[in-house]
C-alpha cells in the first residue's frame, strides 16, 4: 500500500520558516515527479512546487519564489519543502503529491495519483 506523510507544519510567526517532510512508502519515487500543494476552505487547492525525479527540473508558483525551496533525497524516498519568511497568506493544509508515470512536475492536481494526508501551516501577524 503506498503511502505519503507529511510532517512539520504547525504555527509559526510570520517572518519564521518551517520544513516541510513527505516520506514515501510502499514503492520508489525516484522516477516519478513530485510536488507540493496547499488549500484553504472554499477554496481549489492550490500548487506550490513541483521537482523532477532527479532534481533538474523545478517548478514554484509566483507567491512562494525567493521563499520556498522543494528538494528530494531519492534514497530516502522523501521530499521536503523548506518555508521561509513565511506570510499570514501562506496559511493552508499542505499536501505532498506523487506521480505515477511522470518524471516531469505538473502544475494541475489532477497529474497526481498518490496523496499524503495533510498537514496544517498556521502563519500568524
Known amino acids: 500500500q503506498v503511502q505519503l506523510v507529511e510532517s512539520g507544519g504547525g504555527l509559526v510567526q510570520a517572518g519564521g520558516s518551517l520544513r516541510l517532510s513527505c516520506a514515501a512508502s510502499g514503492r520508489t519515487f525516484s522516477n516519478s515527479a513530485m510536488a507540493w500543494f496547499r488549500q484553504v476552505p472554499g477554496k481549489e487547492r492550490e500548487f506550490v512546487a513541483g521537482?523532477?525525479?532527479?532534481?533538474?527540473?523545478?517548478y514554484y508558483t509566483d507567491s512562494v519564489k525567493g521563499r520556498f525551496t522543494i528538494s528530494r533525497d531519492n534514497d530516502k524516498n522523501t521530499v521536503y519543502l523548506q518555508m521561509n519568511r513565511l506570510k499570514p497568506e501562506d496559511t493552508a493544509v499542505y499536501y505532498c503529491a506523487a506521480s505515477g508515470s511522470s518524471a516531469v512536475p505538473a502544475r494541475t492536481a489532477d497529474n497526481y495519483d498518490y496523496w499524503g494526508q495533510g498537514t496544517q501551516v498556521t502563519v500568524s501577524t
Open positions: 521537482i523532477s525525479s532527479f532534481s533538474t527540473i523545478i
